[in-house]
């Protein structure tokens, strides 16, 4: 570090000079006075003395100055050295600030982004309690043997902290002993086999000494060696899910009317007898009431519920040790007798049934009296299966009925030939509509008034190349059985409407067609789409076309179709009530219906004679009808008279073999022709 002070060098060389000065004035003098003793000596070595002083002088002021100079030059290089050190300096102390306030902003980066992230771990833990208290979860850890649980488990479970430790056993102690060894070996397999979780339902007792279902979900962590060093997972609280899946088990195991067990029921327990491959025999009694339909009609369902329950009473004040009751359908039931050892301890059984129904029941102060067929196969005799065992019991039920009902009759090989037969018209039946064996034949209706065709309704026929003509009694219901029906009846429509057309385009208007309708397909939920559909293509007017719906149909599932058919009629199309009389329609529910046409059932048509008292029910339905602003038709009028009576109580429309049977197309077009250029017209016969 350099020591220049100006100040003092100057001091020092004037201090210098003078001292020289001053000594030399007062050496120099007593010198010369020494030496000299004349003026001319004194006044020469006066003026060698005065040059001597000089040079003396300037000589010592050079070596002062210039020890000053060097003094300043190295001051000079040594301020350089220093300013330049400090220069050096300063770029370090910049750089270094720079780099500080870089720090600085990182620190103030990595502080705000910790204020986020504490504030992420808070929302985040906050959410996590939330949506573990909401699912009812509660979070468990488990390191070392040691299992740890939240807040939430203790809730759950009512116990403390200190009753867990306090417990010998720790929380396994809880859980309930049935179900331990499972949740052990479950959670075991999930680490040996390393899957990814654990899953397990067991019951845990509470503090209140209740259990309670608990559903276990875990994970294992495993460290890169392979090794468990950590168990994860969840508790949640099931109970209440546990007690809704028995609730809805016995709901779906149970009939709800009369609480007895059901077809599912039925069905599982004797797959499992059958199942188990012993040798023991089995028992089916297909019981199915007498005439219950007639008790639902004439009194009604709620009364034909109560009833059910009676009986349902009376049955299982009936049955054996060894059997089990099962209601299958509305009035039919199933016993399901187990390891029997003979055919008669089963009849004697049976009968035992059969007079349980001899009392009579008594319904809301009503005494009614009922009887039941029973019809039975047995395994492995008649079936080695529940559908082979229910269909041949059916089999032999339909046969009690068929002999007179009120008995007993075991199933036998013969009554199989009706099923054989319905399986041979299934199978060829499946093939019929691609193999183009079905036709249409029309039944002309004639309108009494006008004496001329107004209508047809069309009649489905099958001929098939193997069976020949095939009835449509036999064919029909395993049509709708199958659902076949549903295709077959939109051909039957569209070949119908195209029928329609065709007539119209050869000059013959204001036909309409009459097509009859199955529940089956009443049940499709395009059903009245299509229907629009087909008219349109075949481009006929709405109002031409009808549907003919029966009276049971409309009455038992009127609430399933209503809003269908009311689409239909907004659109124009035609509803007819077909078979009427043949049911139990009351004038209230028939005013509901949107029906435009009444067609009377053949079998009133059919008493219609001199003195017979239902010709004034006929009339009645006839009058019925026309205060309704319906149509009516009387269908299957067969005779002169029974034309004559329909007439004169101004029935509408009639349809039968008087008239004409169903004809083929080719048929119809010359009945129409003949209509046409005959003046002779059936009007001016019924004038004669």
């Excluded at 009753?163 to 959670?187: I, Q, R, T, Y």
């Excluded at 040798?279 to 639902?296: T, W």
Aim: aromatic share 10%; net charge negative; glycine share 6%.
């Amino acid at each position: 570090m350099f020591n220049f002070k100006p100040d003092r060098i100057t001091l020092k060389i004037t201090a210098i000079y003078l001292l020289i000065g001053i000594l030399w004035i007062l050496l120099s003098d007593k010198v010369l006075n020494f030496l000299a003793n004349d003026k001319e000596m004194v006044t020469i070595f006066s003026l060698i003395k005065g040059c001597m002083y000089v040079t003396i002088t300037g000589v010592i002021l050079y070596f002062l100055i210039n020890n000053s100079v060097n003094q300043l030059k190295e001051t000079e290089l040594e301020l350089k050295r220093s300013c330049k050190a400090f220069s050096d300096a300063n770029m370090q102390l910049e750089l270094t600030n720079r780099e500080l306030e870089d720090s600085r902003s990182e620190l103030e980066g990595q502080y705000n982004q910790t204020l986020i992230n504490q504030k992420k771990i808070q929302e985040s833990e906050a959410h996590y309690r939330l949506i573990s208290e909401a699912t009812n979860d509660a979070i468990w850890k488990e390191v070392n043997g040691v299992r740890s649980f939240s807040d939430r488990w203790y809730q759950i479970t009512g116990y403390s902290a200190a009753d867990l430790e306090a417990v010998e056993g720790g929380w396994e102690s809880f859980v309930h002993p049935d179900d331990l060894l499972a949740a052990k070996e479950k959670m075991l397999a999930h680490i040996r086999d390393k899957t990814p979780y654990y899953f397990c339902e067991y019951r845990m007792k509470r503090k209140d000494g209740k259990y309670m279902w608990i559903y276990a979900r875990g994970k294992a962590c495993f460290n890169e060696n392979g090794e468990l060093f950590q168990l994860a997972g969840s508790h949640t609280d099931i109970t209440e899910l546990k007690e809704y899946e028995h609730k809805l088990k016995y709901l779906a195991y149970h009939d709800q009317l009369t609480g007895l067990e059901n077809r599912f029921a039925l069905n599982e327990r004797l797959n499992y007898l059958i199942s188990q491959n012993s040798n023991e025999k089995y028992a089916l009694l297909y019981i199915d009431i007498d005439d219950f339909k007639y008790v639902n009609d004439s009194m009604g369902h709620k009364f034909g519920d109560m009833l059910l329950v009676k009986i349902c009473e009376r049955l299982l004040e009936s049955r054996l040790l060894n059997s089990t009751i099962y209601r299958i359908g509305g009035d039919e039931f199933i016993v399901l007798v187990e390891n029997y050892a003979k055919q008669e301890n089963i009849e004697r059984f049976a009968i035992s049934i059969l007079k349980s129904f001899k009392p009579r029941f008594q319904v809301n102060g009503i005494n009614i009296y009922t009887t039941a067929s029973i019809g039975v196969s047995t395994y492995p005799d008649h079936g080695n299966g529940i559908d082979e065992l229910l269909k041949n019991a059916d089999i032999a039920v339909y046969k009690a009925k068929e002999t007179g009902k009120n008995r007993i009759v075991f199933y036998n090989t013969p009554m199989n030939a009706e099923i054989i037969e319905r399986a041979i018209i299934e199978k060829h039946l499946r093939n019929a509509l691609d193999n183009k064996e079905f036709e249409l034949h029309y039944q002309p209706q004639l309108d009494i008034k006008s004496g001329k065709i107004s209508g047809f309704e069309a009649l489905l026929r099958w001929n098939n190349p193997e069976l020949g003509p095939v009835s449509p009694l036999k064919f029909i219901g395993i049509a709708e059985a199958t659902h076949m029906i549903v295709p077959i009846g939109e051909w039957v429509l569209r070949q119908s409407c195209k029928f329609l057309r065709d007539i119209e385009k050869m000059g013959f208007q204001g036909l309409s067609i009459a097509v009859n309708i199955s529940m089956i397909q009443l049940l499709n939920e395009d059903f009245a789409h299509m229907v629009i559909d087909i008219i349109e293509e075949a481009g006929l007017n709405p109002r031409q076309v009808e549907l003919e719906i029966t009276e049971s149909i409309l009455m038992e599932s009127y609430e399933v179709i209503a809003g269908k058919l009311k689409l239909l009629r907004a659109r124009g199309v035609k509803i007819a009530l077909d078979d009427f009389g043949k049911g139990y329609s009351s004038l209230n529910y028939l005013k509901s219906l949107p029906i435009t046409t009444l067609k009377i059932d053949k079998s009133f048509i059919d008493t219609i004679s001199n003195g017979n008292k239902d010709k004034s029910l006929t009339d009645l339905i006839v009058k019925i009808g026309r205060s309704m602003d319906l149509c009516v038709v009387a269908e299957g009028v067969e005779t002169q008279e029974q034309m004559d009576y329909l007439v004169k109580h101004k029935c509408h429309r009639i349809q039968g073999y008087l008239f004409s049977r169903p004809v083929q197309q080719s048929e119809i077009v010359r009945k129409l022709n003949e209509q046409y250029y005959n003046q002779n017209t059936f009007q001016e016969e019924l004038a004669l």
